[in-house]
């Protein structure tokens, strides 16, 4: 790549005995004010400067950057390397298989698609936690995980032949964002270009929100969708505004009891109450240092949640001691530190940059905090757990019609003040055990439960039935997974046991945590308490949690009991852990084991006795949370480089399960028509190299009315394919059975699956459809059929095929923070595929605004201050968008006018109402994907 090098940047740096080019930051102007991410930023555009795509303005505007201003400069930052998750980079594979077939077809090289970045995928989002408490639990998911997924693994073994510069970490490593950290990434990367050993800063775009975890490396990256991904692979730089930056300054060190999750969940909080949507976030400060790298990580997984795009920590020298901790060799950590310090990208306390905006924590303020029961930001702080749930219950809990338990078997009843009276309990037969019954405002509902063997027990709204250690915000950090285990120990040791309601899963982050938690024997104090190891991969937080205990399972749905889950990760969005969970906690791994112990959310740690000791003596949570002395000495005594070295010498060889897949070796891959997994995708059908013009939009239907707050799981398919839905009937038309339907995430590379799993999350609102339910909210995937008498209810995909059939194009209108949560290519694939054209909102989460405009869908806000309610629209109107056409003359209009008209299924009186639609293309670059049709027609284009 030739570069025009306007500024004399290039320079040699030698390290060693060994010289790399690099490109001097203090060759521009302004550069020694900047913060640490705009210092990566300028190099990336200093290093790829072309006079086309990065401007010798660009870099200039850079170093002139004033903090307090609006970003409006684009820039094209062109990542290092892109990094994937089998559920998301699945489908970016499917796509460059498919786009071979279209290059050829247009008359070019196929060869010619092909990674030009580095790309590595980790397989690390399939593992279901479908044995648990056991000691085969592992080896068994593990073999389901093969026979579910073999055939998207031997498609993955082709990609891994057939494409250049693409890796794959086979399954039941680790989880992609520990994968990324401990081994993936260099944070000063090396590579030859055009014959040039050159050494740059180590950035990355990823295919899952959570990306963002390296940025506690030094490394700024962030998450994708699957589409910019793709593009990012083919050489496109990533089209960005120059962004705000928020300073977050920190002091002081965190007190004893208070773990690194609940420090992120603090900054969380804090952050998604300042706003920070779009910015990046930097920390400095003294307080940096007594920061841990795996604390960083934490915290800069947590980016998503809060909003921002990044989440960074400077290089420090804690930023070198974790790399030779987790076994990088010398000359790496030396040309790390050499780099950092030669481009100020070194952090100096006493050197602070400009920022957009300040916002400061003392470590030492932090409480124990949990979040929930429904966003990573409602943070409650755990003395206030009991009585917030109290009032959180009465959402989810159906009234209660009786104060008697319910028993399912035996049909008895009896007061639920009694904990143990029932018929035959002086003879010891149904002696019972269960949860607390003070709840109140006619929410108790306890229910009788009796197992195959063991002890009949009582449960209730608000039982925790799933405490999972899980996901990549906490699974690695070493102090958060030895509390976890030294607190297992200490309960064992006073003799008290989980609930046995409650499922118990370990889903660790990597392998080097069984390495320590075996030299340290925690293993198994953690398995005396249910908490085996189930796999090593994504698991809860991704929806793969399996069935809860089937007798519960059972309780639970014919009670319409609201239970809960207790999980260490970053997500607790509705419907997203599990189908018979209503309400879901984040919490710290050792809080994950304590509410195990519990067995409810109706619980006070402070004031309620966990259980008792042999001698019969209350046991407080106090009395069995470890020092943090005594966290420290077991990391100290358990915790080796030679096990990093060991876990990632082999990474991407996998085991014999891997290793016999059979792989095709043709350089395009042949399709089989029977597959259920992995189809050839449609995008590029009819596809010419002459675009087509852009069109106004007339005639379309409302699709969905929707509130506030929906996500991409909301969206997107996810989770398990429950029977009688358009998915689920697919897969029954070919020959599937309901045992082997699998997850959506499985089945991302087949989009006739993942098209009827869009839009059908359990937890949508669709408000269109209280017409037709006496006003009454629905939950699910419908919406109104308008091309039947009358506007029935159906399901979203089925009525979508009947408009499609039609011609009528398809508009949405939602709220607030549209799109917000996981970067879910799907949510913007299947939005494009069910014939949307618009969506109209009052506001947009990023990553999901911009891979709308990837697919080709047009994003609109409604003008500022209004809503489709406050316009007095339902969703019964018929719409028309003009002013888009503007847009074939290189033109990006800031408005175009909506009208929408009543129609026949308006109620009477109704008055047409129209407004100016804010366009929510941004940038140039998004523009011109646009008028391709989507970036991939884009990419296809400019390849051939």
């Known amino acids: 790549m030739s570069t025009v090098n306007s500024f004399g940047a290039k320079s040699t740096l030698t390290v060693g005995s060994t010289d790399y080019e690099i490109f001097r930051l203090d060759t521009v102007a302004g550069y020694e004010k900047l913060p640490f991410s705009l210092k990566v930023l300028m190099e990336n555009l200093l290093r790829t400067e072309d006079g086309k795509n990065v401007t010798k303005a660009q870099i200039e505007a850079l170093g002139s950057w004033d903090p307090t201003a609006n970003p409006d400069t684009e820039i094209q930052f062109s990542p290092a390397r892109v990094v994937m998750q089998d559920f998301t980079g699945v489908p970016c594979i499917v796509d460059l298989a498919t786009m071979r077939e279209a290059v050829t077809a247009l008359g070019g090289d196929p060869s010619k698609i092909n990674p030009l970045s580095p790309a590595e995928m980790v397989i690390d989002h399939s593992v279901i936690a479908d044995l648990f408490g056991t000691e085969n639990a592992l080896e068994r998911n593990v ?46 990367y090396d590579r030859t270009n055009d014959g040039v050993l050159q050494a740059y800063p180590d950035t990355c775009v990823g295919t899952d929100s959570h990306t963002t975890m390296v940025n506690g490396l030094g490394v700024l990256g962030w998450g994708v969708g699957g589409i910019e991904a793709e593009a990012a692979m083919l050489g496109q730089p990533v089209s960005m505004l120059i962004p705000r930056v928020v300073g977050f300054k920190l002091t002081g060190e965190i007190p004893a009891g208070v773990t690194a999750t609940d420090v992120v969940l603090t900054i969380t909080d804090m952050l998604r109450k300042h706003g920070v949507v779009g910015k990046f976030v930097e920390f400095y400060g003294a307080g940096v240092a007594s920061v841990p790298l795996a604390n960083r990580a934490t915290i800069g997984n947590m980016s998503p949640e809060f909003g921002s795009t990044a989440a960074i920590f400077p290089i420090d020298d804690v930023t070198l001691d974790y790399l030779r901790l987790t076994g990088r060799d010398e000359q790496t950590v030396a040309l790390v530190e050499a780099y950092a310090k030669q481009q100020t990208l070194w952090h100096d306390a006493d050197n602070e940059p400009s920022y957009s905006e300040y916002m400061e924590l003392d470590l030492g303020t932090v409480v124990p905090s949990i979040a929930g029961p429904k966003r990573p930001q409602d943070r409650i702080l755990l003395s206030d757990a009991k009585s917030q749930f109290e009032k959180d219950i009465v959402a989810y809990a159906t009234p209660s019609t009786s104060n008697d338990i319910v028993d399912l078997e035996s049909k008895h009843s009896f007061p639920a003040s009694d904990p143990g ?124 949690s399996g069935p809860l205990i089937e007798e519960v399972s059972e309780a639970v749905n014919g009670q319409d009991l609201a239970v809960t889950a207790v999980l260490s990760g970053n997500r607790n969005f509705e419907g997203r852990i599990s189908p018979d969970v209503k309400m879901n906690y984040l919490a710290s791994p050792p809080l994950v084991v304590a509410y195990a112990l519990a067995g409810t959310m109706h619980f006070d740690f402070e004031s309620d006795a966990l259980g008792q000791d042999t001698d019969g003596n209350d046991v407080f949570l106090k009395d069995i949370w470890p020092a943090p002395a005594e966290i420290q000495e077991i990391i100290d005594s358990s915790i080796s480089r030679e096990q990093f070295i060991k876990q990632y010498e082999t990474v991407f060889d996998g085991d014999e399960r891997w290793r016999n897949l059979p792989t095709p070796s043709e350089p395009i891959f042949k399709w089989e028509d029977s597959s259920t997994y992995v189809r050839k995708a449609p995008y590029f059908e009819g596809m010419t190299m002459e675009l087509t013009p852009v069109e106004d939009i007339s005639g379309a239907r409302v699709m969905a009315t929707l509130g506030d707050s929906v996500t991409t799981d909301h969206i997107s398919p996810a989770g398990n394919i429950k029977i009688g839905t358009p998915a689920a009937k697919y897969l029954e038309e070919h020959g599937v059975r309901q045992k082997d339907f699998n997850s959506f995430g499985s089945r991302r590379g087949n989009h006739e699956v993942m098209i009827r799993g869009t839009f059908a999350n359990i937890r949508l609102k669709n408000q269109l459809v209280r017409a037709v339910n006496d006003g009454a909210e629905v939950e699910g995937g419908y919406t109104r059929d308008f091309t039947q008498e009358g506007g029935p209810q159906a399901f979203i995909y089925d009525a979508c095929v009947n408009y499609a059939e039609q011609g009528t194009p398809l508009v949405i209108f939602g709220g607030k923070e549209y799109g917000s949560g996981s970067s879910r290519d799907w949510a913007a694939k299947g939005t494009n595929l069910l014939g949307v054209k618009a969506v109209i909102t009052e506001s947009f989460e990023r990553i999901h605004r911009s891979n709308l405009i990837g697919m080709g869908v047009v994003p609109l806000q409604f003008p500022e201050g209004e809503s489709w309610e406050s316009l007095g629209l339902d969703g019964t109107e018929i719409v028309s968008i003009e002013g888009l056409t503007q847009l074939n003359e290189g033109v990006t209009p800031k408005t175009v006018k909506v009208t929408a008209a009543p129609s026949e299924f308006s109620s009477e009186g109704k008055q047409p109402v129209s407004f100016d639609a804010v366009v929510r293309i941004d940038t140039p670059g998004e523009a011109d994907y646009y008028r391709n049709g989507g970036i991939l027609q884009y990419v296809l284009r400019s390849l051939v």
Not at 158 to 170: H, N, R
Not at 435 to 444: D, E, M, P
Not at 506 to 529: A, Q
């Open 143 to 188: 073999e389901i995980e093969y026979e579910r997924n073999g055939e998207r693994y031997q498609f993955l073994r082709w990609g891994q032949t057939a494409f250049d510069d693409f890796k794959v970490v086979p399954p039941g490593t680790g989880i992609v964002h520990q994968v990324n950290i401990e081994h993936l990434a260099k944070v000063i």
């Open 421 to 544: 009276a029932g018929p035959g309990d002086e003879d010891g037969d149904t002696r019972q055990v269960h949860i607390s019954s003070g709840l109140k405002n006619g929410t108790s509902k306890p229910t009788t439960v009796t197992p195959p063997s063991g002890d009949p027990y009582v449960i209730d709204n608000g039982a925790v039935t799933l405490a999972a250690i899980t996901s990549c915000t906490n699974t690695s950090n070493p102090s958060v997974m030895v509390a976890a285990g030294l607190l297992a120990r200490k309960a064992r040791e006073k003799g008290l046991k989980q609930k046995p309601w409650v499922k118990t899963t370990l889903g660790p982050g990597s392998k080097v945590v069984t390495d320590y938690y075996e030299k340290s024997g925690l293993d198994k104090d953690l398995e005396g308490l249910g908490f085996y190891t189930v796999g090593y991969g994504c698991t809860i937080c991704i929806g793969n």
